[in-house]
T-cell receptor, first 113, second 112 residues
């Protein structure tokens, strides 16, 4: 069975700092990869996705993620965070041909003004 | 922008009672899902539904759970006899064939 690890449980940054959130998965086959964000009091929203092609994917609000197949990683990055990026971020993996997303435990990002 | 809606936002029930959680998926989506998140734990997949039948389910989705699409717009999750450990946030999601799953705001189920 597949699994997803998010090593950073709680990250505190100042505005304008750069962000990188780690995500590693374990699965032997091909996968689709996702980052979801949950702002305080709101529901899970899709931030970005990787299905195939260019391993560097860009999402909404200036976020990007890079799929490194050899490392089974899909790290989320943003060059300069804003206070409004304060949220919980979830990495998820979906084996090709399946429908069940497997989520990581989430990383709570707190951006201080 | 179309969105998934869920009702109620919070449901409190007694142990052993039946609950039905309701969802209205995005109108042109054909795949529907239920996930749950127990407080402090990961979001876990329960079931996926397509073409009026279950296409995939997890070990959690045992005989006390059932899903239904009773009409053209609603998608429901029924828990027949609730247990304390069923207390969780239940999320509905829907997707088209590309499998980008869009989530609803969730129903917080509290079993007393």
């Amino acid at each position: 069975a597949q699994s997803v690890s998010q090593h950073n449980h709680h990250v505190i940054l100042s505005e304008a700092a750069s962000l990188e959130l780690g995500c590693n998965y374990s699965y032997g086959g091909t996968v689709n990869l996702f980052w979801y964000v949950q702002y305080p009091g709101q529901h899970l929203q899709l931030l970005l996705k990787y299905f195939s092609g260019d391993p560097l994917v860009k999402g909404i609000k200036g976020f990007e993620a890079e799929f490194i197949k050899s490392k089974f990683s899909f790290n989320l990055r943003k060059p300069s965070v804003q206070w409004s990026d304060t949220a919980e971020y979830f990495c998820a993996v979906l084996p090709t041909g399946r429908r069940a997303l497997t989520f990581g435990s989430g990383t709570r990002l707190q951006v201080q003004p | 922008e179309p969105e998934v809606t869920q009702t109620p936002s919070h449901q409190v029930t007694q142990m052993g009672q039946e609950v039905i959680l309701r969802c209205v998926p995005i109108s042109n989506h054909l795949y529907f899902y239920w996930y749950r998140q127990i407080l402090g734990q990961k979001v876990e997949f329960l079931v996926s539904f397509y073409n009026n039948e279950i296409s995939e389910k997890s070990e959690i989705f045992d005989d006390q759970f059932s899903v239904e699409r009773p009409d053209g717009s609603n998608f429901t999750l029924k828990i027949r006899s609730t247990k304390l450990e069923d207390s969780a946030m239940y999320f509905c999601a829907s997707s088209d064939e590309r499998n980008e799953q869009f989530f609803g705001p969730g129903t917080r189920l509290t079993v007393l």
